[in-house]
Antibody
Framework: QVQLQESGPGLVKPSQTLSLTCSVS??????????WSWIRQHPGKGLEWIGY???????YYNPSLNSRGTISQETSKNQFSLRLSSMTAADTAVYYC????????????WGQGILVTVSS | DIQMTQSPSTLSASVGDRVTITCRAS??????LAWYQQKQGKAPKLLIN???TLESGVPSRFSGSGSGTEFTLTISSLQPDDFATYYC?????????FGQGTKLEIK
């Protein structure tokens, strides 16, 4: 059974960079054709896809982030990470990591989510 | 981006009712559509992929249909566990986009 677990700070100051990590168990971030994504949900709102990193390390980001996002992977720890720069109150959200099914774009496994609040 | 619009935003229904949620895409997405269920404080759970393929373990009272720009999620006989928020998601093109959600409430 694949499991994902987000970790990182729950509070970030405006203008700072957010760093989140997703630890994966029951599957490998560097094989199997899977793509590993970050998705966020603003309080009381819908879901916004942030971007992905593939099992081979290629990345794609939602242009709405205006090049503020970076997703990387650490295969030795079976983790992948999100860095989001120049944080503002508008980035306050629950951040989820999720696995994208191979050769398709739906998300079959999700982490439990982590609430990140941007406030001074 | 492809815009996804769900209707209704809120649906009040009773246990045993048959309910249908609609999702419309701003352009054709063929059958590249998924449905998720989200309960309060939890991550979304994948119910259906490719518009009508039920995920393993999902009760058969859930069904999906449609192609092109109009899709539906139907629950044939509501159970207490089904009261949640439902989202559609297109994966025809980047950036993947979700509908705004339909909250299914107990009448």
């Amino acid at each position: 059974q694949v499991q994902l677990q987000e970790s990182g700070p729950g509070l970030v100051k405006p203008s700072q960079t957010l760093s989140l990590t997703c630890s994966v168990s029951g599957g490998s971030v560097s094989s199997g054709g899977y793509y590993w994504s970050w998705i966020r949900q603003h309080p009381g709102k819908g879901l916004e896809w942030i971007g992905y990193i593939s099992y081979r390390g290629s990345t794609y980001y939602n242009p709405s982030l205006n090049s503020r996002g970076t997703i990387s992977q650490e295969t030795s720890k079976n983790q992948f990470s999100l860095r989001l720069s120049s944080m503002t109150a508008a980035d306050t959200a629950v951040y989820y990591c999720a696995r994208r099914f191979p050769v398709a774009g739906y998300f079959d496994y999700w982490g439990q989510g982590i609430l990140v609040t941007v406030s001074s | 981006d492809i815009q996804m619009t769900q209707s209704p935003s809120t649906l009040s229904a009773s246990v045993g009712d048959r309910v249908t949620i609609t999702c419309r895409a701003s352009q054709s997405i063929s059958s590249w559509l998924a449905w998720y269920q989200q309960k309060q404080g939890k991550a979304p759970k994948l119910l259906i992929n490719k518009a009508s393929t039920l995920e393993s373990g999902v009760p058969s009272r859930f069904s999906g249909s449609g192609s092109g720009t109009e899709f539906t999620l139907t629950i044939s006989s509501l159970q207490p566990d089904d009261f949640a928020t439902y989202y559609c998601q297109q994966y025809k093109a980047y950036s993947y986009t979700f509908g705004q959600g339909t909250k299914l409430e107990i009448k």
